[in-house]
């Protein structure tokens, strides 16, 4: 049997440690962006006999893993037995050990058997604990700095509606708010996917439950239509529409409120400032033109009745969210992957990049900090070019990065799509989230890039 321990001290009180992991969100939390995950049935809390099954891939091959927690002690220590799965055993220990009123120690203890013979052990062992160490490496990393922003905010439970929830950012965000101890409600189109808590809209038929929207602190709206592809008229529609004409149908629904949220936290895009070179460009820059740039400006220009109505509206213009789950970095790895990476036209265009975490981070930061409303980048303090990020992806993942994508075959491709987005240049910075004290997690490409993909540096 072969056993592995990692341990951290949390600078939090092993009581409140315990009552995190018993949220609803933590196992998909603590799951690494880079480990595919499809959740296929669970029982709730982390009580002796409450279950998880999950598929997952070991290597190119599918599996289904069954766990069972068992030896429940509350604010001490539970454990995951595998009830089916790819190990001959594996049992995992979770145990919360106090230093003190206000820190305690995490520790992680994994015992397991591989499914092959001893020589096949011999050096399986190694390769399984090499991945333990970057799993929990991210899993207590990621513990620490949610934990800190919570402490940070307050602890005070929020009501908070979110549109888009299934969506990249979303699938992300929820985990992060219920994990702090807040309750959240989904607004969604598929009536059969509608929860307890959640309710139904659809902005295609100007459709929406206005009496359920009622008592919600706080909104996060994300939800629109993916920019990729080759823009026909009938996509530039759909790009526009669910965009600006969702966000008129939620704002003046919450406009109508007789208990209205206090903040509205709404998508919108550095497309705003178009194809601008190398000029730096803040929330106070003028916008671009193209037709990125008109229907962003729509789409703020959409939130102004909330902003008439009371609600303090902040426009989150989201820079290139870095995720291995999706958007453009989950489209770049396959290529990067097999050794066909490299820049698009000159390389030259600035990327303002930022990751998944601090798109959360700072969606957060919005909610709480009253002072902040109106237009703020959500970008790293330091943009890079696509060569750069071509370069820095290519080391990370150790892949070479020769090839070169022409701009004539890109237009040829995609058309006005690749002029306004994949050689676009929009060096933009977060003038408003650094005046407001917003303490970014990632601010170099490459240690971001590593912490996504499970890529530690030798």
Known sequence: MESFTYRSRIKTSAKDLFKWHTRAGAFERLTPPWKVVEFLERSNGIEDGSRVIIRTKIGPVPMIWLIEHRDYKEEKQFCDIQIKGPFRHWE?????????????????????????????????????????????????????????????????????????????????????????????????????????????????????????????EAVVHLSGENVAGRWSDEKKAEIEDSRVKSTGLLCNALSKLEKKPSVLVCASAIGFYGNRGEEILTEESKPGKGFLADVTKKWEAATGIARKAGIRVVNLRLGVV??????????????????????????????????????????????????????????????????????????????????????????????????????????????KLLSTDYEFQFTDLEASLRNLLGKPKV
């Open 92 to 216: 995992h220990t979770h145990s919360f050990v106090p230093d003190g009123p206000n820190a305690c120690f995490m520790e992680d203890n994994v015992k397991f058997l591989l499914p092959i013979g001893a020589l096949g052990e011999l050096f399986g062992n190694e390769l399984v604990i090499r991945k333990l160490e970057t799993f929990f490496e991210y899993r207590h990393g990621t513990l620490m700095k949610d934990i800190k922003m919570h402490k940070k905010y307050g602890v005070k439970s929020m009501q908070i509606l979110i549109t888009g929830s299934t969506g990249l950012i979303g699938a992300s965000l929820i985990p992060f708010l219920t994990t702090g101890g807040h309750n959240i409600s989904c607004l969604k189109r598929d009536k059969l996917k509608i929860g307890e808590n959640d309710s139904y809209w659809n902005p295609e038929k100007g459709e929406i439950e206005v009496p359920k929207l009622e008592g919600f």
């Open 322 to 431: 870095l995720s291995p789950r999706g958007g453009a970095l989950g489209k770049m790895l396959f290529p990067f992957r097999m050794g066909l990476g490299g820049k698009l036209g000159s390389g030259g265009q600035y990327m303002s990049w930022i990751s998944i975490d601090d798109v959360i981070g700072a969606i957060y930061h919005a909610i709480k900090n009253d002072s902040l409303e109106g237009p703020v980048n959500a970008v790293s303090p330091k943009p890079v070019t696509n060569l750069q990020f071509t370069n820095t992806l290519g080391n990370v993942i150790n892949r070479p990065t020769f090839f070169t994508m022409p701009s004539l075959l890109l237009r040829t491709l995609f058309g006005e799509m690749a002029d306004e987005t994949l050689l676009s240049s929009t060096r933009v910075i977060p003038s």
